[in-house]
């Protein structure tokens, strides 16, 4: 069952991402590898610029626990939905499907390409 799950999603994604390669002409789709270029960059300014304010924070996040235990205690139960909705073996091996299959993603694109 996670399997199919997996797949079906890669099979989403991949639908979505020819849908979407469609609207862009042909000439210009080359330059979309300069994407993942800027997002890379863009997350390597943002890590920088936490670090410099976490050196800052680090004192007035002594005092910040209240809101921290709010915010785990709601992320817990998010959790706790999740694992009664999907069966934990399930999700696991759809995550792993989506994790080996994601490459694949560049193949299936062109494949639902119009």
Not at 18 to 44: R, T
Not at 51 to 57: I, M
Not at 76 to 81: D, K, R
Not at 88 to 112: E, R
């Amino acid at each position: 069952m996670g399997q199919y799950l997996g797949i079906c999603v890669l099979l989403i994604i991949s639908i979505i991402g020819a849908l979407g390669i469609s609207i862009v002409p042909p000439k210009y789709v080359g330059l979309l590898g300069l994407f993942p270029i800027y997002l890379g960059v863009n997350e390597y300014f943002k890590y920088k610029k936490e670090s410099k304010k976490n050196e800052s924070e680090n004192q007035k996040e002594k005092q910040d626990t209240d809101l921290n235990k709010i915010t785990e205690n709601y992320n817990n139960s998010i959790a706790i939905v999740i694992k009664k909705v999907i069966n934990p073996s399930v999700f696991k091996v759809a995550s792993v499907t989506l994790a080996n299959g994601g490459d694949n993603i560049g193949i299936y694109i062109p494949l639902f390409q119009i």
